[in-house]
Structures are given as structure tokens and as C-alpha cells.
């Protein structure tokens, strides 16, 4: 299983980004994927999951402002990041997760500007 991340980029406060993630089989595969983020320092974290059934779930820090979405004849899974805000500045990780197993992206950066 393979997740090549893109979108990142420079942004100032207030904009938006849209990130992709692209899985290299049929994301139906897998039981749920998310997006995480993380800083230099701290632990990542969750920034919104979609589940097989196409729930989605997101931590106050973001609720309202990101939204996680999926593509499933592209097998793509898609962060739409309105209002951003400098304390999003991380690096972002897509995830996917099949029963135990988990799968991670290699990454890309988000600065926000202020």
C-alpha cells in the first residue's frame, strides 16, 4: 500500500489549501483513513478520519473549518482547509488503516502565514 500526499504549501491567515492523498489500490480496502498533523516537538495529531461508511470526524481545533472528503473511483481522500489559521502550520500525514495494519504518506508541509 502506497499514499503520495500533495497540496501543501504557503498560505496566509484566513486562506485555504486543499489536500490529496492518492492510495495506490481501491480505498474501499480499508476500514477508515485520516489525516494527522504534526509539529517539531509535539506529537501528531488528528486532523479529520473518514471511515469505510464515509462518516467523517474532525477535533474541535478544526471542526467548522476542515473538511475531509473522498474520492472512491480516484481512490483519493481530499482535506479541504478553509480559514486557516499559523497554528496549522504542521507537516500533514495521510493515513489509512485495514484491521490492524496502518499505512501512512510521506507527508507535506502547510504554512500559514499570519
Known amino acids: 500500500v502506497q499514499l503520495q500526499a500533495s497540496g501543501g504549501g504557503l498560505v496566509q491567515a484566513g486562506g485555504s489549501l486543499r489536500l490529496s492523498c492518492a492510495a495506490s489500490?481501491?480505498?474501499?480496502?480499508?476500514?477508515?483513513m485520516g489525516w494527522y498533523r504534526q509539529v517539531p516537538g509535539k506529537q501528531r495529531e488528528l486532523v479529520a478520519i473518514?471511515?469505510?461508511?464515509?462518516?467523517?470526524n474532525y477535533p474541535d481545533a478544526v471542526k467548522g473549518r476542515f473538511t475531509i472528503s473522498r474520492d472512491t473511483a480516484k481512490n483519493t481522500v481530499d482535506l479541504q482547509m478553509n480559514s486557516l489559521k499559523p497554528e496549522d502550520t504542521a507537516v500533514y500525514y495521510c493515513?489509512?488503516?485495514?484491521?490492524?495494519?496502518?499505512?501512512w504518506g510521506q507527508g507535506t508541509l502547510v504554512t500559514v502565514s499570519s
Open positions: 489500490g481501491s480505498i474501499l480496502n480499508f476500514n477508515g
Open positions: 473518514i471511515t469505510a461508511g464515509g462518516s467523517t
Open positions: 493515513r489509512a488503516r485495514r484491521d490492524s495494519e496502518l499505512y
